[in-house]
Nanobody, 119 residues
């Protein structure tokens, strides 16, 4: 059993910053790609940023230059540093991990953390 637990969401004013964390725990043999997605009610979940095991990163265009994804492989943790936040960044942010366990390579999701950008 693998669990992904997010933390760090909350309410922030436009232009502010937040740092999201996601810790994976359980019978983990190795973590492959990890990522952050977000979803607004009534819309599809979208990929925000992803980072491979070799630390290659990719971002959706709307967050480039403002968000930074990073990971600590020793802690099985992925982070999302969000700067210059805008109201349109408001969403529930979900952590994702492609993780090896004894069951093989599978996709895992966190429960989500709310980020609200408002004055």
């Amino acid at each position: 059993q693998v669990q992904l637990v997010e933390s760090g969401g909350g309410l922030v004013q436009p232009g502010g910053s937040l740092r999201l964390s996601c810790a994976a725990s359980g019978s983990i043999l190795n973590t492959n790609t990890m990522a952050w997605h977000r979803q607004v009610p009534g819309e599809q979940r979208e990929l925000v940023a992803q980072i491979t095991s070799s630390l290659s990163t990719d971002y959706t265009d709307s967050v480039k230059g403002r968000f930074t994804i990073s990971r600590d492989n020793a802690k099985n943790t992925v982070y999302l540093q969000m700067n210059s936040l805008k109201p349109e960044d408001t969403a529930v942010y979900y952590c994702y991990g492609k993780i090896y366990t004894w069951r093989g390579l599978r996709d895992y999701w966190g429960q989500g953390t709310q980020v609200t950008v408002s004055s």
